[in-house]
């Protein structure tokens, strides 16, 4: 084994030094491409780390608080600095990632680099709070002067979850420092490793306290952590069923959630939409990217029943040209799925299409059959054609290398389609008719609406991200992800006094 593939060891990161944990526990992670290969060991932390944690950040947050708007926003930008500065540790960090996580090369190192431009954005939106609304008399009702300004909650505790940890960090973390709050981040379970190192470097720039670090099981210290009497705000990331624990376990001390959840998202190609390679590759990548583990991706594709040979055609020859295999490896455009769990829930969803008739078609080059059948976490990309929307494909979240086709006859039943369901992330509407993509985008229920793209590399960070329905409550990112770290403060007067 090289020295940049050596075996790593993670601490927890509190009150602004890494220590073991205090039962001095550790698990193992391994790489899904080789699941018996050890990647690594990080701490376990127990219920006793995370009341040093939530204490350290509190005794931490009074200090912090207390330093202006511009100050923060100053220090998240030498922060955005320091995560990409040293070239050699960004390609070792990102190299770790996909070994323990499993996701090609390329996308981790776009996760590296995300995270440190949304450090940027941050600042920027600081800048902006540091400005109080001001009110003068109203023309009618009692003379007032009034000044709204904007406070920090306090202990703000950051769980994301395992598929985009870092680049969903990216959309909790500066936010939170930039009002003033002080945090304590709970990285998944299994994708903990790079996620440790790249919080550390955060972490060591900024007051002890400021910023707090545990691994470990969820199932161990995350009702700890939610339900900890001095946590002010919890901004969660992960499945529906955790997310209304979460929601349940806050609740007892009436704390605030944001819970980013689940998405079945919808993507209606219109019947003159524009095809060619470049948008095959993108629905491709909407669909497939990271293996399908994004909780925006393209989860449903319904086509005009006049364009649908046309879409299958080209969508199914982009994917064939998907080459699955180590993340590592520079030609491979998929990885494994992260965990055996998760394979199995794609792999059941597929097994059933094709027990209930469904014409099933398992796309892409596999250079390395030893390896795709080797024990590792692998699933090329499969698509159900014509999909029978009573199909668990159909109806539920796959989060994995699987996608349903379906047809439509008009806007009408497309958008009807699109709603029938209990998730409301995202959606897409693919036409070169502006107006047209506008009008049907504002029918959906959606938090977030693409036009002719889909996912990531076609969002925009600076509108807020979440969901409706069973996909969440709240919102990440935009100036609206930053002011849900704080609360209002309504100062008045007599008129004349303030302003």
């Not at 998240?76 to 390609?91: F, G, S």
């Not at 940027?120 to 709204?148: H, N, S, W």
Request: charge should be negative; proline fraction near 6%.
């Amino acid at each position: 084994m090289s020295n940049i593939d050596r075996i790593v060891e993670t601490e927890i990161f509190v009150g602004g030094a890494a220590r073991p944990a205090s039962t001095g526990a550790t698990y193992e992670l391994y790489n899904p491409a080789r699941p018996s290969e050890l990647v690594g060991r990080a701490a376990a932390a127990s219920a006793a780390d995370v009341n040093a944690a939530v204490e350290a950040a509190h005794a931490a947050f009074p200090a912090w608080a207390e330093l202006s708007f511009e100050e923060r926003a100053r220090r998240l930008r030498e922060v955005a600095k320091a995560l990409t500065a040293d070239a050699e540790d960004v390609n070792y960090r990102s190299r770790l990632f996909s070994r323990e996580h499993g996701k090609i090369a390329r996308e981790t190192l776009l996760e590296m680099s995300r995270l440190g431009d949304r450090f940027l954005q941050a600042a920027a939106y600081g800048e902006r709070m540091a400005i109080d609304e001001t009110m003068g008399p109203a023309p009618v009702g009692p003379a007032f002067d009034t000044i709204v300004t904007r406070q920090p909650r306090g202990v703000a505790a950051l769980i994301v979850p395992w598929n985009w940890p870092l680049s969903i960090l990216g959309a909790k973390l500066p936010q939170a420092l930039v009002t003033g709050n002080t945090v304590v981040v709970k990285p998944a379970e299994n994708s903990a490793l790079a996620p440790m190192l790249t919080l550390q470097i955060i972490a060591r720039m900024l007051p002890p306290g400021v910023v707090n670090v545990l691994t470990g099981s969820s199932r161990e210290i995350g009702d700890v952590l939610t339900g900890h009497p001095l946590v002010r705000k919890v901004n969660f990331t992960g499945s529906v069923a955790v997310g209304k624990h979460v929601m349940k376990v806050a609740a007892e001390n009436l704390t605030p959630v944001t819970l980013e959840l689940g998405g079945n998202d919808a993507a209606l190609m219109l019947e003159d939409i524009e095809l060619n390679n470049a948008v095959f590759d993108r629905m491709y990548w909407g669909a497939f990217g990271s293996s399908g583990q994004i909780c925006m991706a393209l989860k449903r594709m319904y086509v005009h029943e006049s364009r649908y040979d046309e879409v299958v055609e080209g969508f199914t020859a982009a994917c064939e040209r998907a080459v699955v295999g180590d993340g590592l490896l520079p030609e491979t455009t998929m990885g494994p799925v992260n965990n055996a769990r998760q394979l199995k829930v794609v792999t059941d969803m597929i097994a059933e299409a094709r027990a209930k008739g469904a014409e099933v078609r398992e796309c892409g080059q596999v250079p390395d059959e030893a390896l795709y059948s080797g024990g590792g976490y692998f699933q090329k990309p499969a698509l159900v054609y014509d999909a029978d929307p009573g199909l668990s494909i159909v109806r539920e979240e796959q989060f994995g290398p699987c996608l349903p086709i379906l047809k439509f006859r008009s806007d009408d039943e497309a958008v009807a389609l699109a709603n029938d369901s209990d998730f409301g992330l995202c959606s897409s509407v693919w036409t070169p008719d502006p107006e047209r993509a506008l009008r049907i985008a504002r029918r959906l229920e959606a938090g977030y609406t693409y036009l002719n793209g889909h996912g990531p590399m076609a969002q925009d960070g600076r509108g807020p991200f979440g969901g409706v329905k069973n996909s969440g409550i709240g919102r990440n990112l935009g100036y609206d992800g930053v002011l849900a770290f704080t609360e209002a403060h309504s100062i008045s007067g007599p008129g004349g006094f303030l302003l």
